[in-house]
Each structure stands twice: as C-alpha cells, then as structure tokens.
C-alpha cells in the first residue's frame, strides 16, 4: 500500500495525492481522468478550493465519488478525452492510472491539449526491487507498488522514469517539476541523477506544460 499520513482534515491521505496537491495552484480549474472514488479531487477541494471535475471508468468509483458530493462521470481515458475541449481545464491529473491505459502517448496529448497543464503519476518498474524480482527469480515482479500477479494485473504498459522522459522528450513537453518518491512517499534525493531516480524511486510524479522538448531539465537528461 502507499504510505499515508494525516492532511489537514485529520484524515489519512496518499503521501503521493499531498506531492500533487502541492503542484495544484488554488482555486485553479482541475480535471481527475481515473479519479477512483475521488479522494484526489476531495483534497483538492478541500484544501485548494478548486472548480474539480473527475472521470472513471469503474460505475464503483463514480458511485463513491458523487457520494462524496463531487461532479464525476464515468468515462474512459482512452476513449472520452477527445470530447472535451481545447484548454478546457487548467489541470489534467492522470494519477497512477498511465500503465493501464492502452494508448498511454495518446492519453498524455490529450491531456495537455485540455489542459494548460498536465500532472501525472506512475509506478516505477524500474525500481531495483523489481528488477531483482526478474534477475533472482526470473518471475513478473509483485510489489506493494504492484501488487497484482501477472494474469489478473489492470497494468498493460509497464514503464520506467528513463521511459517516461523519453516519451516526454518525443511529444515535445516542458518538465516542469518532477519527483521520485520513496515506498515511504518521500521524495528521492532531488539533485539525483535519472539513472538514481530509476534505480531507487517507487514512483514518480510529473508536472508537464506544452512546450520545446530542449527545456526538460539537465538532471532528467
């Protein structure tokens, strides 16, 4: 499971939902594509008084989502996004929902082309944890991370920070800020290297914008 700790409503929250709080401008104009039951958007709201919207595909999610009192819908990610309009947004989160999507580039276009921005969040299966499970046991790794064995997994398209760079360089994005995090949910050493980040962090968040693939930053190179 991932770590959590208290937020300010005394109530326990994924320490990788407070790192893509703190990236949200308050009062800014978010969309949560895969929003779950809308724990994300619920601290958003609360904490920075965002106009939130969320999609998801599960009728389960949507369900506990509008309980909550939040404007969701179901859809899917990799079909829905283009019925929404340029710049729709100010944000598009796409929080640990990339490895299951079937066309991950595409969803990522598509969110920055509705978005001014673009927050998304992934497990690393670069992790050295993963990699020993392969090396030592020659079996598909199971992790707190990735907690599915390989037949029942939701994950169709595994990646690596190195990976999502990479496809971040290939689409022409700015890396606006970036953060490995530990199993903990702590950042990795931020003036790490990227083969650090992808040998030690769990997961990854990244804040993109549209832009020349020149202005990624020298330690994501």
């Not at 601290?43 to 939040?70: M, P």
């Not at 993963?130 to 390989?150: A, D, H, K």
Request: proline letters at 4%.
């Amino acid at each position: 499971m991932t770590a959590q700790r208290s937020n300010g409503s005394g109530l326990g929250t994924r320490l990788d939902l407070l790192r893509i709080r703190d990236m949200v401008t308050p009062g800014a104009r978010v969309l949560d594509v895969g929003c779950g039951d809308g724990e994300l958007l619920s601290l958003l709201e609360a904490t920075r008084n965002v106009d939130g919207r969320g999609i998801e595909i599960s009728q389960l999610g949507v369900n506990a989502a509008v309980g909550r009192g939040l404007a969701v819908i179901q859809g899917d990610a990799d079909s829905d996004l283009g019925d929404y309009a340029d710049d729709s947004f100010d944000y598009v989160i796409l929080s640990q929902t990339l490895q299951a999507t079937r066309n991950p580039r595409q969803v990522v276009e598509d969110m920055l082309r509705i978005g001014r921005r673009a927050i998304v969040s992934f497990p690393n299966f670069g992790h050295w944890r993963i990699r020993s499970q392969i090396l030592l046991r020659g079996r598909m790794p199971v992790t707190e991370n990735l907690p599915y064995s390989w037949y029942d997994t939701p994950n169709i398209h595994f990646c690596s920070i190195r990976d999502f760079v990479e496809m971040a360089r290939s689409i022409d994005v700015v890396i606006e800020r970036a953060e490995a995090l530990t199993v903990s949910g702590q950042p990795v050493q931020v003036q790490a290297p990227w083969w650090f980040w992808n040998l030690f962090g769990e997961q990854a968040v990244f804040l993109l914008r549209r832009a020349g693939s020149a202005d990624i930053p020298a330690k994501l190179k």
